[in-house]
C-alpha cells in the first residue's frame, strides 16, 4: 500500500524540541522530494521545508530557520524534522507529502501527489 | 497574509458550477506551474490539479482548471454535495525559494 505515516506529534513546552518522523511504504522512497506541510487549528496549509530526494539540498520557510531541521534516511524509508526552540505559534497538524517534480524539471513544476494523515504538535505551557 | 489570494468562501446550488480563484504575481503563478489541493473536513489534503489544468487519474473531468497571467482558476461542474471541502491553490514563490499555498477557499453547497 502507497502510504506516509507520520508520527512523534503530542503536547509539548515553549522552548523545548521534538521530533517528527513520516515512514514512507509501497513506493520507493529514495526517488522523491519529501516535504513537511503544517496546518494551525482552523487555519490553511502552510509549506515548512522540503528536501531532496538524496538529501543534497533541502528548502524551508523563513518562520522554522534555524529552528527545525529537515533529514531523511533513504535505508528506512523516513523523512524526519528536527524541531528546536517551539513556539505556540508551532501548534500545527503536520503533514509529510510527496513532492512530483513535473515537466519544469525544478521547483516551479513541484506538486504533492500523496499526503500522510498527519501528526498533532501542541505548544503550550 | 498568503502571497496567493483566493475568496474565503463560495458556494453554489448541488448541479451548478462554481469556480475559485487564485491571484498572485509574477514571482509566482506568472512563472510557476499551479497546483490545487481538496481538503474534505477532517482529512489530509489530495491533489486535485497539477501543472496548472492537469487532473491525476482518479480526478474526475469535473474538475478543470486554468491560468490567465498572475492567476489561476480551478473550476468545478455538476456540483455534488460530497465537493463540500477547502480548496487551496499552491506555487512555487521564486522571491522566496520556498513554496506558498493560498489562504483556502471553503465550498459550501446549498
Redesign the interface.
Known amino acids: 500500500q502507497v502510504q506516509l505515516v507520520e508520527s512523534g506529534g503530542g503536547v509539548v513546552q515553549p522552548g523545548t524540541s521534538r521530533r517528527l518522523s513520516c515512514e514512507a511504504s509501497g513506493f520507493t522512497f529514495s526517488n522523491y522530494d519529501i ?1 513537511w ?1 503544517r496546518q494551525a487549528p482552523g487555519k ?4 515548512v521545508a ?1 528536501i531532496c530526494y538524496d538529501g543534497t539540498y533541502e ?4 518562520s522554522v530557520r534555524g529552528r527545525f531541521t529537515i533529514s531523511r534516511d533513504n535505508s528506512k524509508n523516513t523523512l524526519y524534522l528536527q524541531m528546536n526552540s517551539l513556539r505556540v505559534d508551532d501548534t500545527a497538524v503536520y ?1 509529510c ?1 510527496r513532492g ?1 517534480t ?3 524539471g525544478g ?7 500523496l ?4 501528526t498533532l504538535v501542541t505548544v503550550s505551557s | 497574509q ?1 502571497v496567493l489570494t483566493q475568496p474565503p468562501s463560495v458556494s453554489a446550488a448541488p448541479g451548478q458550477k462554481v469556480t475559485i480563484s487564485c491571484s498572485g504575481s509574477s514571482s509566482n503563478i506568472g ?3 499551479v ?1 490545487w ?1 481538496q ?1 474534505l473536513p477532517g482529512t ?4 486535485l490539479i ?2 496548472t489544468n492537469k487532473r ?1 487519474s482518479g480526478i474526475p473531468d469535473r474538475f478543470s482548471a486554468s491560468r490567465s497571467g498572475t492567476s489561476a482558476t480551478l473550476g468545478i461542474t455538476g456540483l455534488q454535495t460530497g465537493d463540500e471541502a ?1 480548496y ?1 491553490c ?3 514563490e ?1 522571491s ?9 477557499t471553503r465550498l459550501t453547497v446549498l
Open positions: 516535504h506541510v490553511g496549509l502552510e509549506w522540503v528548502y524551508n520557510v523563513e503533514y507529502a512530483v513535473g515537466s519544469s521547483p516551479g513544476g513541484w506538486y504533492f501527489d499526503w500522510g494523515h498527519g | 498568503s512563472n510557476n506551474y497546483s489541493y481538503q489530509a489534503p489530495k491533489l497539477y501543472e491525476p477547502d487551496y499552491g506555487t512555487w521564486s522566496l525559494s520556498g513554496w506558498v499555498f493560498g489562504g483556502g
